[in-house]
């Protein structure tokens, strides 16, 4: 498992500070130059899409580190 979280902290996209729910719209933009306002509209039009929005936020939640390395979904499981 370890190995999977090493690759996870090799992403050259991170959960970005001060982002509103967890970051990745702002560690988006931040990677490629964008304007967060503009991401934040377009995750905001793909949760009209059934199965698709919601979901893939919450797996780029708990798998995208923030800028200091640590990750959602490593925290949550237990260690063993």
């Not at 370890?2 to 959960?15: A, E, T, V, W």
């Not at 933009?29 to 919601?54: D, E, T």
């Not at 893939?56 to 800028?67: A, S």
């Amino acid at each position: 498992m370890q190995s999977f979280y090493r690759f996870l902290r090799s992403s050259p996209i991170k959960r970005a500070p001060g982002g509103i729910l967890g970051g990745i719209a702002a560690g988006i933009a931040r990677q490629y130059g964008w304007r967060v306002s503009y991401v934040r509209i377009a995750m905001l039009l793909s949760f009209l899409l059934p199965f698709i929005g919601l979901p893939l936020y919450g797996v780029l939640w708990l798998l995208l580190p923030k800028t200091d390395g640590t990750i959602a979904l490593e925290q949550l499981l237990p260690r063993g």
